[in-house]
């Protein structure tokens, strides 16, 4: 018995429908969403992301504005420029594409941005927010995984989530996600003892560690929910997950794969941030 597989690029078109509804309807109340990306060198993916990103915005009626700051820019004029994009009232949501060039700190820009307009909701206020329970701007990738399992019909609740890898983008923010979803969390990561035993325990395993198919059937429990989160680019310029797709794909109930799992849904999420941000601050009911 095969898997189910659960098609990012389906569950993300179909919000993109529903956002295109919301957009318009705020149109008609004089409220248009805004967001600025910020982009600073010529890192080729980030350039790749931020068009992608310019295109969503068209698609749904979304203003969008692109800064395009050369390399050398410096740290005080990327800053300044954040300043003066959270006074803007016509911008709801900054975004500011990593990596960033080596001679500026990463950290000071992240907390730059007013925690209103955070759609990558990478703040520490932000995080702060998700922790406890708070309403904030989740981070995009985590908050699509969430919509990717509850749109397959999958009930969270209850369920013993295990997710591997714990970094501040992907890892610990899924994890307490799940947690709000009332999910039974264990987090592993490379100096868990025994992962595969405890993996094989998850009614929902959620793998974020970019190694490609570093996870294979031996982690998985028949039935179990498989989102991967990972992207790896291999030598035969193919893309491929961290989980082992075709080797898991009989012993799963559902499976994402890669590509077209939970690549589309990030882009989408930044959207629907977005849109939540401008309805706060026109005092719209989210």
Same mark, same amino acid.
């Given at each position: 018995?095969? /898997? ?10 179909? %919000? ?9 309807? &705020? ?40 800064? #395009? &700051?050369?390399? *050398? ?14 006074? *803007? ?7 500011? *594409?990593?990596?960033? +060039? ?21 703040? +520490? ?12 701007? &989740? +981070? ?10 509850? #749109? ?13 890898? #714990? ?43 970019? $190694? ?5 059937? #031996?982690?998985?429990?028949?039935? /179990? ?12 310029? $193919? ?31 930044? %959207?629907?941030?977005?849109?939540? /941000? ?9």
């Amino acid at each position: 018995m095969s /898997a189910h597989i659960i098609e990012g690029k389906k569950i993300s078109d179909q %919000m993109r429908t529903e956002m295109v509804e919301e957009v318009a309807s &705020l149109t008609s109340r004089g409220v248009v969403p805004g967001l600025a990306v910020i982009l600073v060198g010529e890192d080729p993916a980030s350039k790749v992301y931020v068009g992608s990103k310019e295109k969503a915005c068209q698609q749904l009626g979304i203003y969008s504005e692109v800064h #395009r &700051l050369a390399e *050398q820019t410096s740290e005080g004029e990327l800053l300044a420029l954040i300043q003066k994009l959270n006074e *803007q009232s016509t911008i709801n949501g900054i975004l500011v *594409q990593l990596p960033l +060039p080596k001679h500026i700190n990463e950290k000071a820009v992240i907390d730059a941005i007013r925690v209103d307009k955070d759609v990558d909701g990478f703040h +520490p206020e932000s995080v702060g927010n998700l922790t406890i329970g708070d309403d904030s701007l &989740l +981070p995009c990738t985590p908050a699509g995984v969430i919509e990717l399992i509850k #749109r397959s019909g999958v009930e969270i609740s209850g369920k013993h989530a295990v997710v591997i890898g #714990r970094s501040n983008i992907v890892g610990k923010p899924v994890a307490m996600l799940l947690l709000r979803e009332n999910a039974t969390v264990t987090i592993c990561h490379s100096r868990t003892a025994n992962m595969e035993a405890i993996a094989k325990q998850a009614d929902i395993l959620v793998v974020a560690i970019g $190694k490609a198919k570093a996870i294979d059937s #031996r982690f998985v429990k028949p039935g /179990a929910v498989v989102i991967d989160v990972g992207i790896n680019r291999m030598a035969d310029g $193919k893309l491929a997950g961290d989980v082992d797709y075709e080797d898991c794909l009989d012993t799963a109930g559902y499976i994402t794969p890669v590509p077209g799992g939970v690549g589309p849904m990030t882009i989408t999420m930044l %959207m629907k941030n977005t849109i939540t /941000a401008a309805k706060r601050a026109n005092g719209i009911e989210v």
